[in-house]
């Protein structure tokens, strides 16, 4: 029975040790960042870090993708340790085990992919004997760097990404959230049965709705196993600018307020130092849950709520209305009194058909008041199955409050109002600039509403990434790209100044 105390029902994770710090449990939400320089570049990397450290990032994550990278980890961390700056830091490492044993060495955690840490050919039809088999090979490839981690004491993260399933797990579940979770559960379990257990997991993707469905399918099976690890939080390839901030917050938020995650990182196309603050935002939400209200969360369900008959018949559409206080506003209704009036024509809704999300903004900021906004919205359609959407109070500078309530729809994948932008935030394998390429494409093509644009630095990643893009680009080779549409490679590896042009030329035909 919920008797309205949420501690009755809290499940706390394991505690597990980065370092100096311990994530999961009671502790603290701890803020992740990334760095964008080259990681074999140590100077650069060094000046970054200590940057986002005091800013307010706790743990740091760089790229290693070869070995010129893992030597220049022992001389980053000398040379911090030498500066006074302790922060941990994690090694994020794609396809090679022997990358991740050596690196396990010199930093406080390494990030595996499950995606990529046994070769599955491609096609194939995979039996639950294949999967058993898969499991075992697992277990033997991973035991070499458990050696490194249980001697150094370094902690693991099973990162799952949408986009980079491996091809068994794709056979059998598609790229779905369950595909998501039986990944992560499979390393869970491979894990603890090598009597490992200093490890947190994340299950991350560029989709708001996706990586909320498949951190909550993963935190009701780790419930129901009696497995709870900590569950580090972010939505990927977000992009740049409000618009990024707001899927951050509508994925992240939403979750956090469930009591779900330990850690997060908000993934920006920008300068990582500028993740640093709307993570803080979004740690303040709700500083007193920490651990998940089982109740809650067995009620939610992921059937996509459609609004009132009503308000169908009116708007000729089934998406959720804006609501607005402002009469000249770009809004569904106007709310007048009880009344909702439709702004243009004719009619009134029955406002008891409505399950309004309202928030009035009183913040001296807008920022906080838009994480708040994005958060809460995206909490109240999972939990409470809200359909509407009324913001009202003060306006931001240049931006509205009804602009913002169609962002948020459209960062929810609920209703689409303008072009939709995914990018990675560029890591240490970028290869070229992310951000300067994003802004390009922008300008380009802003006018293409509910298209899907993406650009993604390099093949890691990238083209599994952003395969839900209508048109996009992804590093190919040393300031080469290569054109996508529909998620196949249409134009190969030509120089990065000529991408967009091209881009534009073939949304044009
Ligand atoms: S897609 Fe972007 S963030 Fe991801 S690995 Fe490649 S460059 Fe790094």
Redesign the pocket.
């Known amino acids: 029975m919920d008797n309205g105390d949420k501690r009755t029902y809290r499940i706390v994770s394991r505690n597990v040790n980065v370092g100096d710090l311990t994530l999961g449990g009671i502790n603290p939400l701890f803020i992740q960042t990334m760095t964008n320089t080259l990681t074999a570049d140590v100077n650069s990397t060094v000046r970054q870090i200590e940057n986002l450290v005091r800013k307010g990032a706790d743990i740091v994550r760089l790229?290693v993708p070869d070995r010129q990278s893992v030597q220049a980890l022992t001389d980053i961390k000398k040379m911090l340790r030498k500066k006074g700056v302790e922060v941990p830091l994690v090694a994020d490492v794609h396809y090679s085990k022997s990358i991740a044993e050596e690196s396990a060495r010199y930093v406080e955690k390494v990030r595996v992919n499950p995606g990529n840490f046994i070769a599955e050919q491609k096609g194939k039809k995979f039996s639950d004997k294949d999967f058993e088999t898969a499991k075992e090979k697992i277990f033997d490839n991973i035991q070499p760097l458990l050696k490194v981690c249980k001697r150094y004491g370094t902690a693991l993260r099973i990162g799952v990404n949408w986009g980079s399933l491996s091809e068994r797990i794709l056979y059998n579940y598609g790229n779905t959230p369950e595909g998501m979770k039986v990944s992560a559960m499979e390393f869970v379990e491979v894990l603890t049965d090598s009597g490992f257990y200093n490890f947190t997991l994340s299950l991350k993707a560029s989709d708001v709705r996706v990586m909320q469905e498949a951190n909550i399918l993963l935190v009701k099976e780790m419930i129901e196993k009696d497995l709870f690890f900590p569950v580090h939080l972010g939505v990927t390839e977000s992009g740049d600018g409000l618009q990024a901030r707001i899927k951050s917050a509508a994925g992240i938020g939403a979750l956090l307020k469930l009591g779900i995650g330990d850690t997060v990182r908000v993934s920006l196309t920008e300068d990582p130092v500028n993740e640093i603050p709307v993570a803080e935002k979004l740690v303040r939400l709700n500083p007193e849950i920490r651990g998940v209200n089982t109740v809650e969360l067995k009620n939610i369900d992921f059937k996509v709520n459609s609004v009132s008959g009503d308000v169908v018949r009116l708007l000729g559409h089934n998406k959720p209305p804006v609501i607005s206080k402002n009469d000249n506003a770009k809004a569904d209704f106007i709310k007048k009194g009880d009344n909702l009036i439709k702004r243009e024509g004719k009619g009134v809704v029955d406002i008891d058909n409505l399950k309004i999300f309202e928030l009035e903004n009183k913040e001296e900021d807008s920022e906080t008041f838009l994480v708040k906004a994005a958060a809460g919205f995206s909490c109240s359609f999972l939990k409470d199955k809200v359909n509407a959407i009324y913001l009202h109070g003060k306006n931001f500078e240049d931006y509205t409050l009804e602009e913002l309530s169609f962002d948020i729809l459209q960062a929810m994948g609920l209703r689409y109002s303008k072009a939709e932008f995914i990018a990675?935030?560029?890591?240490g394998?970028?290869l070229f600039n992310?951000e300067r390429e994003l802004k390009k494409l922008k300008n380009a093509v802003s006018d293409f509403k509910g298209v899907k644009f993406a650009v993604?630095?390099?093949m890691?990643?990238?083209p599994g990434e952003m395969a839900d893009a209508d048109y996009g680009i992804v590093g190919s080779g040393k300031d080469k790209v290569t054109v996508y549409k529909g998620g196949k490679p249409i134009i190969k590896n030509i120089p990065t100044d000529e991408a967009i042009e091209r881009l534009r030329e073939l949304v044009d035909n």
Not at 424 to 427: D, E, H, M, V, W
């Open positions: 790229a990675c935030p560029s890591c394998r970028s992310v993604m630095g390099c890691v990643n990238g």
